[in-house]
């Protein structure tokens, strides 16, 4: 079956020059790494599964094509987005010159899942976090699928500030140079679809990009955003949780959205003492543990630990880690290793050390 047929969004290009047993080749190895369901796998198609909708990688006349189907208009986007780096990265040549079918219509255009929002006012909450509510422009896809969202930030010197757009390609363009965009990630912790009200909290920290913006902002300025993205609120009963500072918004937004029959523990890791006072709801099925961040055992460590200590690991139960990238590597090789279906878990990196230390948000 067609995309066109399963899908109500759908948009397509030809890959020329790119060898279709190369792309099949590089398709099938990601689709194992990340555990995507292969839908059809022919010498003439391969069509995979992602949580966004479908790709079909197509041999007509000799030439490779790709076409990508969605039901959503901002998902469908971000197959294309997600599809053009991976052919950038394939062959730089090919994915400099892919041209979608529907990029005339959208030439010139803001990307379908930017938008800006405007800020109302900035806080100090308990714990060192800056809670920020802000009013969106349409929030009617922050659905408990999806949370998470970029900020898009230019530098705080340049007095006229640029934004992305779609090329007559379809590809978006982004700004360069000194108007290059810092784009951290952050959750949802509150929202009202119906009136734009969305609130999210960062985590304070001297340096931090993220952080010097917000002491700076003023009601009524704006910024950019990007999204929803990323993991949702998680459809189970039975959960670990493992974050650090930059996770606790989302584990506060899940805590605060699973139902109460939901059982499980939640492990936090402090790197200043003063994180132990950020407000989560409470659960009547979960206990928190706080610790310290420890330089010899992070966080992935820590969740596989606690696993191989539980007489009989019962590996149904849900493991869920927002923390820096070493802690999600480290588990999510232990995960993969264990023969563990990586679906059933959400192992993500919120932030990565440099190479100086500290937090790069």
Do not use: C
Request: charged share 20%; no cysteine.
């Amino acid at each position: 079956m067609s995309l066109q047929d399963q899908f109500t969004f759908e948009a397509q290009t030809p890959l020329p020059g790119l060898p279709f047993a190369t792309v099949q080749a590089e398709i099938l190895a990601r689709a194992a790494q990340f555990d995507l369901p292969v839908v059809t796998n022919t010498d003439q198609e391969t069509q995979i599964a992602t949580d966004y909708g479908n790709y079909s990688f197509l041999l007509r006349d000799g030439v490779a094509h790709v076409q990508v189907g969605s039901s959503r208009a901002d998902w469908l986007y971000v197959l294309k987005e997600s599809l053009s780096d991976t052919i950038a990265e394939l062959a730089p040549e090919v994915g400099a010159a892919m041209a979608w079918s529907d990029a005339q219509e959208q030439a010139g255009r803001r990307p379908p899942n930017f938008q800006f929002i405007t800020i109302r006012e900035v806080t100090q909450i308990a714990g060192g976090f800056l809670r920020v509510v802000a009013d969106a422009e349409d929030l009617s896809q922050f659905t408990p699928d999806a949370i998470h969202f970029r900020l898009a930030m230019p530098d705080a010197d340049l007095s006229t500030p640029q934004w992305p757009y779609l090329s007559d390609t379809g590809l978006t363009v982004w700004p360069k140079g000194e108007a290059l965009l810092h784009r951290p990630v952050y959750t949802v912790r509150d929202m009202d679809a119906a009136t734009g009200r969305l609130v999210f909290d960062i985590f304070e920290h001297d340096g931090g990009r993220t952080t010097e913006w917000a002491r700076r902002a003023q009601p009524g300025s704006q910024i950019g955003l990007t999204g929803p993205g990323g993991g949702g609120i998680p459809q189970t009963t039975a959960i670990r949780i493992y974050a650090d500072e930059t996770g606790f918004p989302a584990v506060a937004r899940i805590l605060a959205d699973l139902p109460a029959q939901a059982r499980g523990q939640v492990v936090l890791e402090h790197t200043h003492p003063s994180s132990t006072g950020y407000p989560l709801p409470e659960h009547p099925g979960f206990s928190v543990t706080h610790r310290t961040a420890d330089p010899d055992q992070n966080l992935g460590a820590l969740a596989i630990t606690d696993l191989d200590d539980t007489p009989g690991p019962d590996l149904d139960q849900m493991i869920w880690l927002a923390a820096e990238k070493a802690a999600a590597q480290t588990l999510r090789a232990h995960l993969k290793a264990a023969g563990v279906d990586s679906k059933k878990h959400y192992v993500a990196a919120y932030w990565t050390r440099p190479a100086a230390g500290g937090l790069e948000s």
